[in-house]
Structures are given as C-alpha cells and as structure tokens.
C-alpha cells in the first residue's frame, strides 16, 4: 500500500525542535491514560527522524489497544476524524499512515494549545 499522506512541513519541522516533541509525548501519554499502563518516551538519541521515532513507539501500543478493545476509545481522546479510523479498520489506510495521523493530531493540538495560550 503506497502511502499517499502529506505530512505538512510545519509540523515536520516543529517536530525537530525538542520542546515541542517533548509537549507531543506528553499529549499522547495524557490521551492514552487510563488505556494501559505503557507510556511513550522521548528517546534522548533517537536512531529515526521524531515521527518514524514516534510511529515506531506507537506501534505495539495501537496493536494492544486493539487486542484489549481500548483503540476505539484511544482514538476518540485523540479527537482523529472518523473516517481516518474507518479507513484504517477497512484496511484501505496503512498502519504507518494511521499512526502518522495521531501523531499529526497530537501535534495539532499542542501546536493549537501553545499558540492560543500567548493570547
């Protein structure tokens, strides 16, 4: 399956800077509380680029979420579109796509909270 995902450069970019990165951790770790006890970590010296590095941690936890019927739930504390879910579930969205959606939607929403907090 080819990924036809645009992944826009400004949150590529600020997924570069370590504040930012750590902030998206922390949004995804608050999402994920209460779903399982596994919390994700900034790596210190990660060996990927910040969003392969976090697909790559993301990727165990979706498929235990799955396996403990808690993705649903996940993905609704994520506030991702549905269609993005159904997608996935139908299998016409790859799990690195999938994945790189939450992470964008984490991003968004700490870019969002950061931005409207200097008002």
């Given at each position: 399956m080819q990924s036809k995902l645009q992944i826009p450069p400004k949150t590529l970019n600020a997924l570069k800077k370590h504040d930012f990165l750590a902030k998206?951790?922390?949004?995804?770790?608050?999402?994920?509380?209460?779903?399982?006890?596994?919390?994700?970590?900034?790596?210190?010296?990660?060996?990927?680029?910040?969003?392969?590095?976090?697909?790559?941690?993301?990727?165990?936890?979706?498929?235990?979420?799955?396996?403990?019927?808690?993705?649903?739930?996940?993905?609704y504390s994520i506030d991702l579109k549905e269609s993005t879910f159904k997608s996935y579930l139908n299998a016409t969205l790859s799990q690195n796509d999938f994945l790189a959606h939450i992470v964008i939607r984490a991003a968004q929403k700490v870019y969002l909270r950061t931005y409207f907090k200097s008002f």
């Amino acid at each position: 399956m080819q990924s036809k995902l645009q992944i826009p450069p400004k949150t590529l970019n600020a997924l570069k800077k370590h504040d930012f990165l750590a902030k998206t951790y922390q949004q995804l770790n608050k999402d994920l509380n209460g779903l399982l006890e596994t919390k994700l970590m900034v790596n210190a010296s990660p060996s990927h680029e910040p969003l392969t590095e976090l697909i790559h941690q993301l990727a165990p936890i979706v498929i235990e979420l799955t396996e403990k019927n808690k993705l649903a739930q996940f993905i609704y504390s994520i506030d991702l579109k549905e269609s993005t879910f159904k997608s996935y579930l139908n299998a016409t969205l790859s799990q690195n796509d999938f994945l790189a959606h939450i992470v964008i939607r984490a991003a968004q929403k700490v870019y969002l909270r950061t931005y409207f907090k200097s008002f």
